[in-house]
């Protein structure tokens, strides 16, 4: 439950970031470039808290619900070793479409 609401939370966090973005594409919204960045950083500066809420939940469910053992064999390390590689490999596609999109 509280994954989900840390969810939507980043997502209300997120959300004035578009509203300021499109506004200010169809001119109807008049700050200075300066004062829309300050805007933009400190609503993904504090909405990245709630990334990190829902990263804590998510590694609770595993710790909990994951069994140590199957069959004998010790599989929370292999999954735990998955889920690292599969973080880092979708952290390397960001920093990648970032660099195509800049």
């Known amino acids: 439950q509280i994954g989900m609401l840390s969810v939507w939370m ?26 829309t960045g300050h805007l933009i950083l400190f609503f993904v500066v504090t909405g990245r808290t709630w990334l990190w809420v829902f990263d ?31 973080t880092n490999l979708f952290t390397v596609v960001i920093y990648m479409l970032g660099l195509i999109f800049h």
């Open 10 to 35: 980043w997502f209300a966090f997120i959300a004035p970031i578009a509203i300021c973005i499109l506004l200010r594409e169809d001119h109807w919204l008049t700050l200075p470039s300066m004062a």
């Open 56 to 86: 804590l939940a998510e590694n609770q469910l595993v710790v909990e619900r994951v069994t140590e053992r199957i069959d004998g064999k010790e599989i929370i390390g292999q999954f735990m070793g998955v889920q690292r590689a599969l």
